[in-house]
């Protein structure tokens, strides 16, 4: 640590005497610099009295002060160029924090004071949760079927809280995100009749909101944490329009960008989080299991297949009884497979986990291409270890992030937990590995400042970390908002002032 803080200070000695005088006369108050001393650890962290006075300016203007609300609208666009100016002297260029909003902070003043305390900390990005658990961050009458709003049941239905969070966002020089699940719906939309097809199936032909385990007793048979999570077929027709529609609403609001998470599987726990048999694989569901049985190409593959899904294995019987049904057509084929090498098994074990993995490929595609017109940034969230083959297996999530557009911006979430930063190192080396020299990769981390947290470093030693063993990334997001400012985060969640 006392090597970062060397570090750094020497990078902010090296700043220009302009840039500094700039800087420090941002202020409102000759008193008041707002980085005249940057924080080595947190270079563009506003000083605590630039703090305090925007903010008591903030009340002030609240409690309906004209003079005081000209004040502090000078004051964060003074700020916004602070912020803009630090961050293209200090690394990281790019710091990133991931929010979430509540019905309550469309209470007058509240965003501000939230996107203030964002910007005071130094960071120049914000990620706004826009769709989660089947709710999305729209208005009541503008909300996208099925799902649910935010807002819902509030007093604040006609609320429009992602188009505020931009425009204050951008008021203050944060660049705003808006934070999409993917593959994952929420529980509200699997309970939907009209929905039912298109939820994702194993071979027991449950979804993941009705799975359990099978060494589950009687007397211990509750669901699992993911229960309450409605993965969808990502070959349905339905959950391709529903989400398309999704997207289309949200950048409605113009976000900066998007970002697309649980773009994936279930991951089930225990012996559960590797899939070893094809009956193990969420591609059971309608749509999916039609899009499989057009791999194959002649009428020997196609009853293979059949048998192959149907009991999970084939015998050696099967593949005599079958030929001798068709024996004018030669080997079984099947588009996805190139090679006849191997048991007519094993090939079709293959040819099950490469088409559920080309579902989320598919998924992906179709939900960023509304992005990639509006030539907006778009990102993928994933679990570095999530497309690990594991002895004969695969991890159950099949998260093929190695195979994300090398044009989209790669978030690996690098939550390793082993008492330093040395396994966080690792998980982000193997996806540089992985990356292209276009790839722009944003490592996520968990954690708070000047102090070691459930077993993780804090993120100025993860961070110095990073940047000695991988020195070309250039930005990074810290997750999240509730961790950094938790009171604020319970106060807003039920409503209560401060």
């Not at 006369?25 to 009295?49: E, F, H, K, Y």
């Not at 609208?73 to 509540?102: D, E, G, N, T």
């Amino acid at each position: 640590m006392f090597a970062l803080l060397a570090t750094v200070t020497d990078i902010g000695r090296r700043v220009s005497q302009s840039i500094l005088v700039a800087l420090a006369s941002t202020s409102l108050s000759s008193s008041s610099p707002v980085i005249a001393q940057a924080d080595p650890a947190q270079p563009c962290r506003l000083p605590p009295q630039a703090v305090v006075e925007k903010e008591t300016l903030r009340q002030a203007a609240l409690d309906g002060d004209s003079d005081a609300q000209a004040r502090y609208q000078i004051l964060v666009s003074r700020h916004r160029s602070a912020l803009q100016q630090c961050r293209q002297q200090f690394w990281p260029k790019r710091q990133a924090l991931w929010l979430r909003l509540y019905p309550c902070d469309a209470e007058p003043g509240q965003l501000d004071q939230v996107f203030d305390r964002i910007v005071n900390r130094g960071y120049n990005e914000v990620y706004i949760e826009t769709f989660y658990d089947g709710q999305v961050l729209l208005p009541v009458d503008d909300n996208p079927t099925p799902w649910q709003s935010v807002t819902h049941s509030s007093d604040y239905e006609d609320a429009d809280l992602l188009a505020e969070a931009v425009e204050k966002g951008r008021e203050r020089g944060l660049k705003v995100y808006a934070w999409l699940f993917t593959m994952n719906f929420g529980y509200a939309y699997g309970q939907r009749s009209d929905r039912a097809d298109a939820l994702a199936r194993n071979g027991d032909n449950v979804t993941t909101l009705n799975h359990r385990r099978a060494d589950d007793s009687t007397n211990n048979s509750l669901l699992h944490s993911y229960a309450s999570q409605a993965f969808i077929d990502p070959y349905s027709p339905q959950a391709r329009r529903d989400y398309q529609w999704l997207v289309y609403s949200v950048l409605q609001r113009q976000p900066d960008g998007v970002l697309f998470d649980y773009v994936r599987y279930p991951r089930l726990p225990g012996s559960e989080s590797v899939a070893t048999k094809v009956r193990d694989l969420w591609i059971y569901g309608e749509a999916s299991r039609s899009a499989l049985m057009q791999q194959a190409l002649n009428d020997k593959a196609r009853e293979l297949l059949e048998r192959y899904l149907d009991r999970g294995y084939i015998t050696d019987n099967d593949v005599r009884t079958v030929n001798d049904r068709f024996p004018n057509q030669g080997e079984p084929r099947w588009q996805a497979v190139r090679s006849n090498r191997g048991s007519v098994q094993t090939r079709l074990w293959h040819l099950s986990v490469a088409h559920a993995v080309q579902g989320i490929l598919d998924f992906l595609d179709l939900a960023v291409e509304p992005v990639r017109i509006q030539d907006l940034p778009a990102g993928a969230v994933f679990f570095p270890e999530g497309n690990e083959p594991i002895g004969e297996g695969f991890d159950s999530r099949l998260q093929p992030w190695d195979r994300f557009p090398e044009s989209m911006e790669w978030h690996p979430m690098l939550y390793g937990l082993c008492g330093d930063a040395s396994c966080i190192v690792e998980q982000l080396q193997r996806v540089e590995a992985f990356a292209s020299d276009e790839t722009t990769i944003v490592p996520a981390l968990a954690g708070v400042w000047g102090e070691p947290t459930q077993n993780r470093p804090s993120l100025e030693a993860q961070m110095y970390a990073i940047k000695q063993a991988v020195p070309d990334i250039d930005a990074v997001s810290h997750f999240a908002y509730s961790w950094q400012f938790p009171e604020s985060d319970r106060q807003r969640k039920f409503c209560q002032k401060d």
